[in-house]
């Protein structure tokens, strides 16, 4: 079994910045991509930023791309998110994906994903 465990999360204003964190615990073998989601309210959860295990290729939502950057520490076992630039459209809750196949080139979907982490509340006021 997966833990995903997130931290980072809270409040800041626009166009500040925040790091989200993500330990991953158990059998991290069967990990081959991680990624980043989030869900605003009424809205349906998206992808925003996935990683290959192991690699460098990452993958961005177009509405975070130049403002967000995905990267892991093997060493540590833990995921993190650097958002910059930091929009009221950001806000929602984040959640940690781990997926158990490579993500290749495109942004993971919901459905694909094997482990989800309880989530960290992002707020960006204006």
């Known amino acids: 079994q997966v833990r995903l465990v997130e931290s980072g999360g809270g409040s800041v204003q626009a166009g500040g910045s925040m790091r989200l964190s993500c330990a991953a615990s158990?059998?991290?073998?069967?990990?081959?991509?991680m990624a980043w989601f989030r869900q605003a309210p009424g809205k349906e959860r998206e992808g925003v930023a996935s990683?290959?295990?192991?690699?460098?290729?990452?993958v961005y939502a177009d509405s975070v791309k130049g403002r967000f950057t995905v990267s892991q520490d093997n060493a540590k076992n833990t995921l993190y998110l650097q958002m910059n630039s930091l929009k009221p459209e950001d806000t929602g809750m984040y959640y940690c994906?781990?997926?158990?196949?490579?993500?290749?080139?495109?942004?993971?979907?919901?459905?694909?994903?094997?482990?989800w982490g309880q989530g960290t509340q992002v707020t960006v006021s204006s």
């Open positions: 158990g059998y991290r073998d069967s990990i081959y991509c």
């Open positions: 990683i290959n295990i192991g690699g460098d290729s990452t």
């Open positions: 994906a781990a997926h158990w196949r490579s993500c290749g080139w495109r942004l993971p979907f919901s459905y694909d994903i094997d482990n």
